[in-house]
């Protein structure tokens, strides 16, 4: 998985920012969000994303995994990356 | 008040006019652009390298290069293929004349977002009289070469009482020609649209027509091609820009950063100030009483476009 074509990430303090810029669409990311697609940039597969980002936030209540998955399927749906 | 602007560390689109020289003389044109119209102080090669460097280093992700024409500035390449090497995704906006085979195969290996080529009528009489010394052979040619080498083709359209009886011949040649997508809007009443006003501005009639037809043909396309023609005014945009001020810096042939391309007032110098200055500088200007009382004036009533090219440079606090 990759970002689209189109598609250009910038780290932010807040977090991030998704430009697709075929659209001229702006997404604001927190600081999740930003990490996922730090790792999409890695190149890290999809389904090992969210256990990263659990073990680097050290969460054990599962909320960054369930907000990773969550944001990936966003992403998939908004078409901002690609395989 | 803060915008969503003062966020972001770097604009996300610098839409650069490199030149105001141009091969053309368009009647409608918002740049006052023409053959030999190129301004005394225009950044040299060097300088626009380090302006290219600086677009690099803040991580700019998008750059629109238009002029005037671009493609008559001899360092255009240098310029585009930097931008390219830094990942910058870039939008050509061209009038088509000199974008031949070779211009758009080295086009496309750099990560060009599209291209965009201006067809302002669907006869070589009616295109030529608002766009005097244009071929519009040319202009076509331009633009099945850039569908040619896979790169995705824009079409812009500037109505005016001399070609808005091609309107609909245009759209449909844009959508023949392979365009992803129309850009069209009501005529912009700056630079030398301004000056020939009474000449080109359509009728109101002629506006509800064109709108009529714009979404009839949207309709019958069935989303194959883009229209994107909202919001319809330049006052219209400026007040949406008011809610949100835009992410990008309109930047000069000399430099010089504008607030907003329908008013005159310049907020930075690239060549004296770096771009995270001359950002800090624009979300400032956003946030300026005296600034924003002169937006919301000149939303309000298209004659304060007029001055839009007589620049003046602002003192605004940038705290």
Redesign the interface.
């Given at each position: 998985m990759k970002l689209a074509r189109?598609v250009?990430?910038?780290e932010?303090?807040?977090g991030g920012?998704l430009?697709e810029?075929?659209s001229?669409k702006?997404f604001?990311l927190n600081p999740t969000a930003s990490a996922v697609v730090r790792e999409i940039q890695a190149g890290a597969a999809e389904r090992d994303i969210p256990s990263l980002l659990k073990a680097r936030f050290r969460d054990d209540s599962g909320a960054i995994e369930r907000e990773a998955a969550a944001f990936i399927a966003e992403l998939r749906q908004k078409g901002l990356v690609e395989d | 008040m803060a915008n969503r602007i003062d966020s972001l560390s770097a604009p996300l689109l610098v839409s650069w006019q490199i030149t105001r020289d141009c091969d053309l003389c368009c009647l409608h044109c918002c740049t006052d652009s023409a053959p030999g119209k190129r301004l005394p102080d225009e950044l040299d090669a060097e300088e626009a390298m380090r302006v290219v460097d600086e677009i690099a280093r803040n991580q700019v992700p998008y750059v629109m290069l238009c002029g005037g024409e671009p493609l008559v500035v001899p360092h255009f390449f240098r310029i585009a293929e930097a931008l390219g090497a830094a990942g910058v995704q870039l939008k050509i906006e061209t009038n088509g004349q000199r974008l031949d085979a070779g211009v758009v195969e080295r086009l496309a290996r750099l990560p060009v977002r599209s291209v965009q080529v201006s067809l302002d009528g669907d006869s070589q009489e009616v295109y030529e009289r608002q766009r005097p010394g244009g071929s519009l052979v040319k202009a076509h040619a331009a633009c099945r070469a850039v569908r040619a080498a896979g790169l995705p083709l824009e079409i812009t359209f500037a109505p005016t009482r001399l070609n808005l009886h091609e309107a609909g011949a245009v759209v449909r040649r844009a959508h023949a020609l392979g365009a992803f997508r129309f850009n069209t809007g009501k005529l912009m009443r700056v630079g030398t649209a301004a000056r020939l006003w009474n000449r080109l501005e359509p009728a109101a009639g002629q506006y509800r027509d064109f709108r009529g037809l714009l979404e009839c043909e949207a309709r019958n396309l069935g989303g194959q091609m883009e229209f994107c023609y909202s919001p319809f005014t330049l006052g219209d945009a400026l007040q949406a820009s008011l809610g949100e001020p835009p992410a990008t810096l309109l930047v000069l042939p000399n430099g010089w950063v504008k607030v907003a391309a329908a008013l005159p007032y310049i907020c930075a110098d690239l060549r004296r100030e770096s771009l995270a200055e001359a950002w800090a500088a624009y979300c400032g200007a956003w946030r300026d009483e005296a600034v924003l009382a002169g937006i919301r004036r000149a939303a309000g009533n298209e004659s304060h476009h007029a001055d839009a090219n007589d620049w003046r440079r602002l003192a605004v606090s940038q705290a």
């Open positions: 189109y250009k990430f910038r932010e303090k807040f920012v430009f810029t075929r001229e702006v604001t | -």
